[in-house]
């Protein structure tokens, strides 16, 4: 069982920055395939980024790419998505995952957090 917990939400203006940290219970963080979604209002999840256990391997979507960065620190059981270069349409609830498969598939990934929100002004 892992449990996940995020931070470093909050309301920035287009143009900004922000660090989100997702932080996971358990002594196998390592084993596993993280990931970042988000979701909008009225909007199914949606993929955002993935690193693969060892931090070197990583994917994004062409709708953040060259603007998120993933990263991860498996001895501090931590995951991070860099956030530059915010646009409004960046605005959701951003969920931390945590899987066995390398994918962008919300279905692959068995463990959630619960969310933090993001909102970016114009």
């Known amino acids: 069982q892992v449990q996940l917990v995020e931070s470093g939400g909050g309301l920035m203006q287009a143009g900004g920055s922000l660090r989100l940290s997702c932080v996971a219970s358990?002594?196998?963080?390592?084993?596993?395939?993280m990931a970042w979604f988000r979701q909008a209002p009225g909007t199914e999840r949606e993929f955002v980024a993935a690193?693969?256990?060892?931090?070197?391997?990583?994917y994004y979507p062409d709708s953040v790419k060259g603007r998120f960065t993933i990263s991860r620190d498996n001895a501090k059981n931590t995951v991070y998505l860099q956030m530059n270069s915010l646009k409004p349409e960046d605005t959701a609830v951003y969920y931390c995952a945590a899987g066995s498969r390398y994918s962008y598939i919300r279905s692959d990934y068995d463990y959630w957090g619960q969310g933090i929100q993001v909102t970016v002004s114009s």
């Open positions: 358990g002594r196998t963080f390592s084993r596993y395939y």
């Open positions: 690193i693969d256990w060892s931090g070197f391997s990583t």
